[in-house]
């Protein structure tokens, strides 16, 4: 069954089906704990709405694959609702982790109820990713729903790996470039190549295609990640949301840092100098850029995204939902925020 | 089938899942995660030993429970690891939450590895947790896996609301008695239930008596939670391990201290005039004994144990595992540490 894709129905109905998730922890003892979760949501409190709650990317992700898969997209709608709860249950911890006093603009949660409830409040959006997922027994074998656990928890066992990794990166002064590329697959691509997974299976494809799909998103969420880390320092501020001074300020171990440190050359020798104040800051950016950091960086956004799609391309995506998968790919590409 | 009970071969049994489960993360990249996570089990590092481990009492309740409905106490090992597994993620993210140094007179993981990668270890234990409960599919049928994991979640989020109003309750100056229920019944008495009720699960039998194990878990957990109460301040520091002086010093609204302060007379006047040092606390035992306090908390533990062993004996528990239920549910009743 090839669908005609309506995004905005697909927002609306997750929207929905997230809502209806968190109220189901309501009651008279704990209003103040669903407080937390829907305005981290960015569905309450001061300036929620669209901004306030991302992009939905990785629930969008699985209700495409699905409906390219020739699935019915309505019935992986927990699928995609379990991946955004886990998501945002991820950035709740980090938030406390890296003492972000804001996310998307806004006081984040422990800022806001203090870091015991912001660390429970976390632990209760990741118990509503799992509690999700089993709604997925309303359209789908048992069998079948244990698959989806399956890559799920698979999935947020990479996530904390990363995590892990993130954290202990923090206290080293230098890295090898090979170091990176296992924390962004847990901290990033494990989730999305979940989602696509996920999504697959719910189409109730074979094993195979599913591997695929599961490739397939791996591929796009290092990408993801690598494009995150060139507009970290090459990005335009008013589109990224953030000071493209911000990373290489916190010496972030960000690719193209550790490319350059990795060369031995004039960027190594001045990021052994300190820390940096603003003035350092185009210094920094000359010395990467003439050592090749931007060029690799966008290579490898560029290679890592056509792999992507080369296996996206294998497995033939249906109809508007697959056209909308590949564009998807390629805005990701190219995105300046 | 009934089965001669050996609990030593229980616990090894436990522990060898438990290894193995926690085993099942490691890769050259994450050592020092693991080390977090078998240093918290009591396995290694300073101090390590079956006391650091703590009495493994809530899967213990998983593998006599399913024995005494007549099942094979080895295939409800994973249920057993898993709720373990909940249980020590809610420990290492409390310990992060109430500041506290020592767990078990060892320093607890945030001490030893910061609050960050804390955070993240409690996180790694609670996914390995869900982990470990699909390994249930070993011997059940996906159906059954999924009744297992809906009583397992639902706990965990009773789990996150018990913890949210006791870290909301530190805020508060008073409470009514009215109050305590919610929070321990969240706090302790749902991850009990789950556990009698995974045990009978996994023995198959229908879902009244599951019904009647939950419940004899639930008032279980809340007799156990009030003997915790009575032993912080009527117990021996030497039994207990840990000084009877410190909940009234650090103003716990424990269920004594509820009572004595709806009574609003002399235990009350002086809970109000403020903070606590070691001369004050003679005054307000004496105060909290001669208001009834002792007396009603006493009363409190022996009434739900009786309930609870009221509900166990209705559903006949078979062999020595029944009787070890049964004589389990009565040590904790008497129980000094």
Excluded at 6 to 25: D, G, H, V, Y
Excluded at 68 to 79: F, I, M, N, S, V
Aim: net charge negative; hydrophobic share 40%.
């Amino acid at each position: 069954m090839v669908q005609v894709l309506n995004p905005e129905e697909m927002f609306s109905a997750l929207e929905a089906e997230l809502q209806r998730t968190i109220k189901s922890i309501r009651d008279q003892d704990s209003e103040s704990l669903e407080e937390m979760l829907t305005y981290h949501m960015g569905w309450e409190g001061e300036a929620f709405g669209t901004e306030a709650g991302g992009k939905r990317l990785r629930p969008y992700f699985v209700l495409l694959t699905s409906a390219a898969c020739g699935g019915d997209w309505k019935r992986a709608l927990p699928a995609a609702a379990s991946v955004e709860l886990l998501h945002n249950f991820s950035l709740i911890h980090d938030d406390i982790q890296d003492q972000s006093s804001l996310r998307r603009g806004r006081p984040t949660v422990w800022k806001k109820w203090g870091i015991a409830q912001a660390i429970n409040a976390g632990d209760t959006m990741f118990t509503l990713a799992q509690f999700s997922l089993l709604d997925l027994h309303k359209y789908f074998a048992s069998d079948v729903v244990i698959q989806a656990l399956r890559i799920l928890q698979k999935a947020s066992i990479q996530l904390t790996k990363g995590q892990y990794l993130d954290i202990s990166y923090e206290n080293v002064d230098e890295l090898s470039l090979d170091a990176y590329w296992p924390m962004v697959s847990g901290k990033t691509a494990a989730l999305l190549a979940a989602c696509t997974q996920i999504g697959a299976l719910t189409a109730l494809v074979d094993e195979t295609i599913q591997g695929k799909y599961h490739r397939f998103g791996y591929l796009l969420g290092l990408a993801f990640q690598v494009r995150d880390d060139f507009l970290g320092i090459w990005g335009d501020a008013a589109l990224t949301g953030k000071s493209n001074e911000s990373d290489l300020l916190s010496r972030k171990k960000s690719l193209p840092v550790l490319f350059a440190l990795e060369k031995n050359a004039e960027f190594a020798k001045y990021w052994r100098t300190g820390t940096f104040s603003s003035k350092d800051i185009p210094i920094l950016i000359e010395n990467l850029e003439s050592e090749g950091a931007y060029q690799y960086t966008t290579r490898k956004v560029e290679e890592l995204t056509l792999e992507a799609l080369g296996i996206l391309e294998e497995v033939q995506p249906q109809g508007s939902a697959g056209i909308a998968l590949t564009e998807l790919a390629k805005k990701l590409l190219k995105r300046q925020g």
